[in-house]
């Protein structure tokens, strides 16, 4: 079993939709990541989290939220999709900041049209 | 405002060739680099950390070096194998324990048997 799973794998959804991706890990790691990957422009972080009462804003959060429910769990909502968010999207965890070597989960491939 | 550069974009090379992967970055002041691989429809997998105290890492047949004074990272793959072809991705960490890792857009390697 992956230490990082994301589900859904794939998701087509509407403009102005609510849509949720959801992240679990069993890695036990405390921190844990979002980002997204779009061609040409690189992975770019949304959202993180340090625990369960921690939630800090990436780089380009605007239009998304997220929620910490549990050590291992850390989901990514879209309020109201709209189709600049059609991205690939990882959640990532790692076990401290000094060495923070990110473990990746296989992404969620998501499409808003 | 830190930028990561990886060239070339993409790379073939025949089986069995020692290769070298190129990563610059314009600001010296890191914590860290981390060298990625991704698989098509995959997440990234770490290979090599990097601390900023550190000048090189190895690990089975790849060699990451850092030179923090030129601003650049080389990963070097020798006897190259079908199976390393992926794209390669560098990530710089700012000094300041900041949680934003800055992410060139890849080399694409394809080994040819």
């Known amino acids: 079993d992956a230490d990082v799973t994301q589900t859904p794998r794939n998701r087509i959804t509407k403009t102005g939709k609510r849509i949720m991706l959801e992240c679990s890990q069993t890695k036990g790691h405390d921190r844990m990541y979002w980002y997204r990957q779009d061609p040409g422009l690189g992975l770019r972080l949304i959202y993180y989290s340090f625990d369960v009462k921690d939630i800090n804003k990436g780089e380009i959060s605007d239009g998304y939220s997220v929620s910490r429910q549990a050590q291992a769990k850390f989901s990514l909502s879209l309020e109201s999709a709209i189709p600049n968010q059609t991205a690939l999207y990882f959640c990532?965890?790692?076990?401290?900041?000094?060495?923070?070597?990110?473990?990746f989960g296989s992404g969620t491939r998501l499409t808003v049209v | 405002k830190q930028e990561v550069t990886q060239i070339p974009a993409a790379l073939s090379v025949p089986e069995g060739e020692n290769l070298v992967l190129n990563c610059s970055f314009t600001?010296?002041?890191?914590?860290?680099l981390q060298w990625f691989r991704q698989d098509p429809g995959k997440g990234l997998t770490s290979l090599l950390l990097?601390?900023?105290?550190?000048r090189e890492q190895t690990s089975g047949r790849l060699n990451a070096s850092l030179d923090k004074s030129s601003g650049r990272s080389t990963l070097y793959i020798a006897a190259s194998q079908p199976g390393d072809s992926a794209t390669y991705l560098c990530?710089?960490?700012?000094?300041?324990?900041?949680?934003?890792?800055?992410f060139g857009k890849g080399t694409k390697l394809t080994v040819n048997p």
């Open positions: 990530a710089v960490r700012r000094w300041g324990g900041s949680e934003k890792l800055v």
């Open positions: 990097i601390q900023s105290s550190q």
């Open positions: 990532a965890t790692s076990d401290s900041p000094g060495q923070g070597k990110l473990s």
């Open positions: 600001d010296s002041a890191i914590y860290n």
